[in-house]
Antibody, heavy 126, light 107 residues
Framework: QVQLQQWGAGLLKPSETLSLTCAVY????????WSWIRQPPGKGLEWIGE???????NYNPSLKSRVTISVDTSKNQFSLKLSSVTAADTAVYYC????????????????????WGQGTLVTVSS | DIQMTQSPSSLSASVGDRVTITCRASQSISSYLNWYQQKPGKAPKLLIY???SLQSGVPSRFSGSGSGTDFTLTISSLQPEDFATYYC?????????FGQGTRLEIK
């Protein structure tokens, strides 16, 4: 049984750095991409980026200049940092298990996030 | 980025109805299409991957079809627990992008 548990600060001021961590319990850590996805209140889903066990990352170009995703394979954890936040970054942030690495080419993956964390509401307000 | 457009944006239906939601990609994405169900306050749940493959544990009343640019999610006989918001997502190119969602409500 795969479980993802995430944590991090829920209230930030503009210009601060958002920091979230996700721990993975059960299943293979090395065989998958590990993703961050966000959802502004009442709106749709936006993919932020992903990382694999070797530290290879893919980011959404719209956020790339502000995003860092890192991995700690010794703890089966991965983390998100988003710098210089504004009110537009207010959202529920989810970590999720992405596609199997063997089903991915350089640009495409068969499959999508199948296990998700509980979500963290991050509010940016002065 | 590849744009994903779902229709309708909202839909009212009754228990037992057959429901179809469509998703159109702004360019061909082959079969790199996933469908999710999301209930209020909960994380999305993967229903269908690779356009037509049923995720483990998902009831067989859910099915997906299509390839290229046009895709459908069908629920063959709506159950009370199916009233939720549904999203399509392309995994053909980075960044993976989602449709705007289809809210399925009880008539």
């Amino acid at each position: 049984q795969v479980q993802l548990q995430q944590w991090g600060a829920g209230l930030l001021k503009p210009s601060e750095t958002l920091s979230l961590t996700c721990a993975v319990y059960g299943g293979s850590f090395s065989g998958y991409y590990w993703s961050w996805i966000r959802q502004p209140p009442g709106k749709g889903l936006e993919w932020i980026g992903e990382i694999n066990h070797s530290g290879s990352t893919n980011y959404n170009p719209s956020l790339k200049s502000r995003v860092t995703i890192s991995v700690d394979t010794s703890k089966n954890q991965f983390s998100l940092k988003l710098s210089s936040v504004t009110a537009a970054d207010t959202a529920v942030y989810y970590c999720a298990r992405g596609a199997l690495l063997r089903y991915c080419s350089s640009t495409s993956c068969l499959g999508g996030p199948d296990y998700w964390g509980q979500g963290t509401l991050v509010t940016v307000s002065s | 980025d590849i744009q994903m457009t779902q229709s309708p944006s909202s839909l009212s239906a009754s228990v037992g109805d057959r429901v179809t939601i469509t998703c159109r990609a702004s360019q061909s994405i082959s079969s790199y299409l996933n469908w999710y169900q999301q209930k209020p306050g909960k994380a999305p749940k993967l229903l269908i991957y690779a356009a037509s493959s049923l995720q483990s544990g998902v009831p067989s009343r859910f099915s997906g079809s299509g390839s290229g640019t046009d895709f459908t999610l069908t629920i063959s006989s709506l159950q009370p627990e199916d009233f939720a918001t549904y999203y399509c997502q392309q995994s053909y190119s980075t960044p993976p992008t989602f449709g705007q969602g289809t809210r399925l409500e009880i008539k």
